[in-house]
């Protein structure tokens, strides 16, 4: 490549073919090398845009070189967000990077358009939002999924756009944003978690295509056929390789079942897992060529804070060489209301106070948010859950008493929460009393949330009501006989906020 054999280390001899090969004795240690090295590039699993904003880190951890990397730097467009901040959160320990995803369909020709459905004008807003945790030790990487549509209180600012100034009001995060661009979303994320943001990470995900197509693709497994109106999604179950094009309709479907953008992020993580595994397995780590190929079109899109740069992603990638699957975690952040109206506004997501309170404070304190060994300690004494498609926190249930029994549908409500489900905490008296079996009324465009439910309900009738929405209706009848622990199969094993380990979101 040019440079001094003296710049890379003895383990790397192949880089310096002027260089005699080294005795018999040395020659395993590339193999340990790269041993922990493909632990590392695993690790990042942290959401489709991390994929492309991050893999640069990976990659460069394979020993490509800094001269290389170097280079591609300075295609990152430079932003900040820091600018004139006052009264920040105080800095915890370890690293926190926010990273967003912001709709780019304008930049996409027609015929894409067309074929994966990616109509209407883009939005000046964010599509994704994550607060990515870096642990002080380099051992622990922690994602925090904030859900676009998460209510939220505007600081104060100037509009961009206007130029008008803006009391504090109430927004979806995603609003913050179009209003105020990276500054203003930084600000109104810093004051909601309470977490001091010290890098800012942002991507056009219309790149994306192109990063998949760059890598050959990416293997798919599902476990259920998925299918998605909106977007033109359909798979039937098993496994499928992906083009860029296909591998957006997976990252962008939200209306496969009620699970909306709770699920859409879980599926990003698995993407994440795919892309990962295939940058790291398809030669493009050892050839400089495709790998100048590959990250040039991941850098197309970012944009990044003053501060983050080569020196960076390089000492943050020698860092983390020792990391496994095992060493990453994600987790959404804990929601009390999936259906919070606001004047004006519409329905937002609204956070669990308290429990959001818990999983920031983890995060300042450094402290890991998924349990270290699963199954361990009390939660070894819990009955273990049945895995269910739709996890049961993106399920609303309005619980009916139709018996005799007072207080039933209270001990129902609380039976359900409890598992999981997003009761209403209203439980109500059914018309009659005489109901010899437990019934789950449901809208069938949420026919999957309701057969989780009736998981959770052994014996229950489901009978389909159309336009009755996404709220779940449980009459409960004489046969009730309590409620079955359920999880859906990306939820956690353990921990207060439901973590999941990145070894826990692979493809089987």
């Given at each position: 490549?040019?440079?001094?054999?003296?710049?890379?280390?003895?383990?790397?001899?192949?880089?310096?073919?002027?260089?005699?090969?080294?005795?018999?004795?040395?020659?395993?240690?590339?193999?340990?090398?790269?041993?922990?090295?493909?632990?590392?590039?695993?690790?990042?699993?942290?959401?489709?845009?991390?994929?492309?904003?991050?893999?640069?880190?990976?990659?460069?951890?394979?020993?490509?070189?800094?001269?290389?990397?170097?280079?591609?730097?300075?295609?990152?467009?430079?932003?900040?967000?820091?600018?004139?901040?006052?009264?920040?959160?105080?800095?915890?320990?370890?690293?926190?990077?926010?990273?967003?995803?912001?709709?780019?369909?304008?930049?996409?020709?027609?015929?894409?358009?067309?074929?994966?459905?990616?109509?209407?004008?883009?939005?000046?807003?964010?599509?994704?939002?994550?607060?990515?945790?870096?642990?002080?030790?380099?051992?622990?990487?922690?994602?925090?999924?904030?859900?676009?549509?998460?209510?939220?209180?505007?600081?104060?600012?100037?509009?961009?756009?206007?130029?008008?100034?803006?009391?504090?009001?109430?927004?979806?995060?995603?609003?913050?944003?179009?209003?105020?661009?990276?500054?203003?979303?930084?600000?109104?994320v810093e004051s909601m978690t309470g977490v001091k943001i010290d890098h800012y990470l942002e991507?056009?995900?219309?790149?994306?295509?192109?990063?998949?197509?760059?890598?050959?693709?990416?293997?798919?497994?599902?476990?259920?056929?998925?299918?998605?109106?909106?977007?033109?999604?359909?798979?039937?179950?098993?496994?499928?390789?992906?083009?860029?094009?296909?591998?957006?309709?997976?990252?962008?479907?939200?209306?496969?079942?009620?699970?909306?953008?709770?699920?859409?992020?879980?599926?990003?993580?698995?993407?994440?897992?795919?892309?990962?595994?295939?940058?790291?397995?398809?030669?493009?780590?050892?050839?400089?060529?495709?790998?100048?190929?590959?990250?040039?079109?991941?850098?197309?899109?970012?944009?990044?804070?003053?501060?983050?740069?080569?020196?960076?992603?390089?000492?943050?990638?020698?860092?983390?060489?020792?990391?496994?699957?095992?060493?990453?975690?994600?987790?959404?952040?804990?929601?009390?209301?999936?259906?919070?109206?606001?004047?004006?506004?519409?329905?937002?997501?609204?956070?669990?106070?308290?429990?959001?309170?818990?999983?920031?404070?983890?995060?300042?304190?450094?402290?890991?948010?998924?349990?270290?060994?699963?199954?361990?300690?009390?939660?070894?004494?819990?009955?273990?859950?049945?895995?269910?498609?739709?996890?049961?926190?993106?399920?609303?249930?309005?619980?009916?008493?139709?018996?005799?029994?007072?207080?039933?549908?209270?001990?129902?409500?609380?039976?359900?929460?409890?598992?999981?489900?997003?009761?209403?905490?209203?439980?109500?008296?059914?018309?009659?009393?005489g109901h010899a079996r437990t019934v789950v009324e449901y809208d069938p465009r949420w026919d999957?949330?309701?057969?989780?439910?009736?998981?959770?309900?052994?014996?229950?009738?489901?009978?389909?009501?159309?336009?009755?929405?996404?709220?779940?209706?449980?009459?409960?009848?004489?046969?009730?006989?309590?409620?079955?622990?359920?999880?859906?199969?990306?939820?956690?094993?353990?921990?207060?906020?439901?973590?999941?380990?990145?070894?826990?979101?692979?493809?089987?």
């Amino acid at each position: 490549m040019g440079l001094p054999c003296s710049r890379f280390p003895l383990s790397h001899p192949r880089r310096c073919p002027s260089v005699p090969t080294p005795p018999r004795t040395p020659r395993p240690r590339p193999a340990a090398r790269r041993a922990p090295v493909r632990r590392r590039r695993r690790r990042p699993r942290w959401g489709m845009r991390m994929a492309t904003a991050l893999s640069v880190t990976v990659l460069a951890a394979g020993g490509i070189g800094h001269a290389v990397v170097t280079g591609l730097d300075t295609g990152i467009t430079r932003v900040d967000p820091f600018k004139d901040m006052k009264n920040r959160p105080q800095a915890g320990h370890g690293m926190n990077v926010l990273v967003v995803g912001t709709d780019g369909r304008d930049r996409i020709t027609p015929e894409e358009k067309a074929k994966y459905r990616l109509g209407g004008a883009p939005c000046r807003c964010t599509d994704t939002v994550m607060l990515v945790h870096i642990s002080e030790d380099r051992e622990r990487a922690s994602v925090v999924s904030l859900p676009r549509d998460s209510y939220a209180e505007m600081p104060e600012h100037t509009d961009l756009t206007s130029g008008k100034r803006h009391q504090a009001h109430p927004v979806k995060l995603n609003a913050a944003y179009a209003e105020g661009g990276p500054g203003l979303t930084v600000r109104t994320v810093e004051s909601m978690t309470g977490v001091k943001i010290d890098h800012y990470l942002e991507v056009d995900f219309t790149s994306f295509m192109k990063t998949v197509d760059a890598v050959g693709g990416v293997q798919i497994c599902t476990t259920r056929p998925v299918k998605d109106t909106y977007t033109g999604l359909s798979l039937p179950a098993g496994t499928h390789e992906l083009d860029g094009g296909q591998a957006l309709q997976y990252v962008r479907s939200r209306h496969i079942d009620g699970a909306a953008d709770i699920g859409r992020m879980q599926r990003q993580q698995r993407f994440l897992a795919a892309l990962i595994d295939r940058t790291t397995s398809g030669g493009v780590l050892f050839n400089p060529v495709r790998f100048r190929e590959v990250a040039t079109t991941m850098l197309g899109s970012v944009r990044a804070d003053q501060d983050f740069g080569t020196d960076q992603l390089l000492a943050l990638a020698k860092a983390m060489r020792g990391f496994t699957p095992a060493s990453s975690e994600f987790v959404s952040v804990p929601i009390g209301d999936m259906s919070f109206p606001v004047k004006g506004i519409g329905s937002t997501v609204k956070w669990d106070a308290a429990k959001a309170q818990q999983l920031f404070q983890a995060l300042r304190e450094d402290r890991p948010l998924a349990s270290s060994k699963p199954g361990s300690g009390s939660s070894a004494k819990a009955p273990k859950a049945v895995v269910v498609d739709v996890a049961p926190r993106t399920v609303r249930v309005q619980v009916y008493n139709g018996t005799r029994t007072d207080g039933l549908g209270r001990k129902v409500d609380d039976a359900l929460l409890a598992t999981g489900f997003d009761t209403t905490r209203t439980p109500m008296t059914g018309a009659g009393t005489g109901h010899a079996r437990t019934v789950v009324e449901y809208d069938p465009r949420w026919d999957r949330s309701a057969k989780s439910l009736a998981s959770a309900l052994p014996g229950a009738e489901l009978r389909a009501v159309a336009g009755r929405g996404r709220t779940l209706r449980v009459t409960v009848g004489a046969d009730y006989r309590g409620v079955t622990a359920v999880r859906g199969e990306d939820t956690g094993r353990g921990g207060p906020f439901e973590a999941v380990t990145g070894d826990q979101v692979v493809c089987p």
